[in-house]
């Protein structure tokens, strides 16, 4: 039996196959997404906004979500925010009558929001805050944390960059 030739044009089309295949296998494994490319300490579970945002509103919150047993501060363009515990507001709220019909709530003291059971720790800019808004261009968040049994003298830190527009 007479052997086949091979035909040129289909074997330079199942080579052009094979090594998009292997590029899109190869790029797929290098990829980086979610917490890897945020570099994220394994105490932090998340933030917001993310790491190198680069359309963030005016009134963005800055949000950061850690695991639990820690607490942690917030400094943003190197001003460090009030951490107001909502436990300790709760608690403010609860021994005080509650408001009528019609009467709106105390809105929370200014600075930073901590959530001991979801160990969260939110900022909004708003009027009568320490930061009312953020002006268009690059900001620094920094989150300092700590185990919840140590003191803030064993605190690590992590920054990240956003830009507001």
Do not use: C
């Not at 979500?65 to 709760?90: F, H, K, M, R, W």
């Not at 261009?137 to 140590?150: D, L, Q, S, Y």
Request: glycine share 8%; hydrophobic share 45%.
């Amino acid at each position: 039996m007479p052997r086949r030739r091979l035909d040129p044009k289909l074997l330079l089309a199942s080579l052009g196959i094979a090594a998009g295949l292997v590029l899109v296998i190869a790029g797929a494994q290098a990829s980086a997404t979610g917490r890897e490319q945020q570099r994220l300490p394994d105490e932090i579970e998340s933030i917001d906004p993310i790491r190198g945002a680069t359309q963030a509103p005016r009134q963005t919150r800055v949000f950061v979500d850690l695991i639990i047993g820690y607490q942690a501060v917030l400094v943003v363009d190197g001003v460090e925010l009030p951490t107001v515990s909502l436990d300790a507001v709760n608690d403010v709220a609860a021994s005080t009558l509650p408001p009528l019909d019609g009467d709106q709530d105390e809105p929370l003291p200014p600075g930073a929001v901590f959530e001991p059971g979801n160990v969260t720790l939110t900022f909004v800019p708003r009027p009568g805050n320490v930061i009312e808004q953020f002006d268009t261009g690059p900001h620094t968040a920094t989150v300092i944390f700590w185990r919840t049994e140590e003191t803030r003298v064993q605190a690590r830190a992590f920054s990240w960059d956003f830009y507001v527009v």
